[in-house]
């Protein structure tokens, strides 16, 4: 699976972003989909997460109740819509994918691929 990430740029604060993820292959709906996030000079972080039917989401509880994570199997794509944005939100983000999913969808290691990232950055 190749993963392609997009949609990243600069806000200001309160504003919103719509982050776009775009999968290769022919069984992506048997793949978890998650979102991940480096601040400058921090670790990647948990943001959300998607279950491969599209019904089941987790996040992280930074991002709750502002950021949406979805997916199209039929197009292949998933997407994290990023609401009421904080300059605290400033981070590179990373579509990945894992393979049959898990309860360890919120580690780094529970996912195969990932994409090349998208900056996102948050002015106040």
């Known amino acids: 699976v190749q993963l392609q990430a997009s949609g990243g740029g600069l806000v200001q604060a309160g504003g919103s972003l719509r982050l776009s993820c775009a999968a290769s292959?022919?069984?992506?709906?048997?793949?978890?989909m998650g979102w991940f996030r480096r601040p400058q000079g921090k670790e990647r972080e948990f943001v959300a997460a998607v279950d491969g039917s599209g019904r089941t989401t987790y996040y992280a509880d930074s991002v709750k109740g502002r950021f949406t994570i979805s997916r199209d199997n039929a197009k292949n794509t998933a997407a994290l819509q990023m609401d009421s944005l904080k300059p605290e939100d400033t981070a590179k983000y990373y579509c990945?994918?894992?393979?049959?999913?898990?309860?360890?969808?919120?580690?780094?290691?529970?996912?195969?691929?990932w994409g090349q990232g998208t900056l996102v950055t948050v002015s106040s």
């Open positions: 292959g022919r069984t992506f709906g048997a793949y978890y």
């Open positions: 990945a994918a894992d393979y049959g999913g898990s309860i360890s969808y919120r580690r780094l290691s529970s996912y195969e691929y």
